[in-house]
């Protein structure tokens, strides 16, 4: 059987659909839920502890 593009690409474990198109955006589901009490999530600006990604000014290692 002749691998597809997206054979080379799909290992069973993504987060994403085995066939997917050119172009097209994919938005995994998020599976982390925990939350920031109330206080913290204003302050922060999101309630979820997962997305909570400040800017530091610097490039990630």
Do not use: H
């Not at 600006?45 to 290692?61: A, I, N, S």
């Amino acid at each position: 059987m002749e691998k597809t593009t997206n054979d080379f690409f799909y290992d069973g474990t993504s987060v994403f659909p085995k066939n997917v198109s050119v172009a097209m955006a994919y938005i995994p589901f998020q599976q982390d839920t925990t939350e920031f009490d109330v206080k913290t999530a204003l302050k922060k600006g999101t309630l979820f502890v997962v997305l909570d990604k400040p800017y530091t000014g610097v490039k990630p290692r």
